[in-house]
Nanobody
């Protein structure tokens, strides 16, 4: 059984930082493409960042320079370090795992497994 469990969400003031974690069981993060997405009520799910099985990362323009995706193979965990947070970063953040052969990492359909999400609230 594959499980992705996010943690690390919470409330923070604008300009602050949070680090989200995604602990994975049933799959090996270094053998899969891993992504972070976010969603707010009434809006479409938005790509945030991804890390390929090879270690190559890609980040959405809206968070570039502020957010960093990484992974710890020994812990089978993926992280999203979020700095200089803004009120518009408020959302539920989801971790996702996809096949290593997937190409369009910014698209949700490339991911097979999803976590339950963790709320991030940034107050101005």
């Amino acid at each position: 059984q594959v499980q992705l469990v996010e943690s690390g969400g919470g409330s923070v003031q604008a300009g602050g930082s949070l680090r989200l974690s995604c602990a994975v069981s049933g799959r090996t993060v270094s053998d899969h493409n891993m992504g972070w997405f976010r969603q707010t009520p009434g809006k479409e799910r938005e790509f945030v960042a991804a890390i390929r099985w090879s270690g190559v990362t890609t980040t959405a323009d809206s968070v570039k320079g502020r957010f960093t995706i990484s992974r710890d193979n020994a812990k089978n965990t993926v992280y999203l370090q979020m700095n200089s947070l803004k009120s518009e970063d408020t959302a539920v953040y989801y971790c996702a795992a996809g096949d290593a052969g997937s190409f369009y990492l910014g698209q949700g359909y490339e991911y097979e497994y999803w976590g339950q999400g963790t709320q991030v609230t940034v107050s101005s």
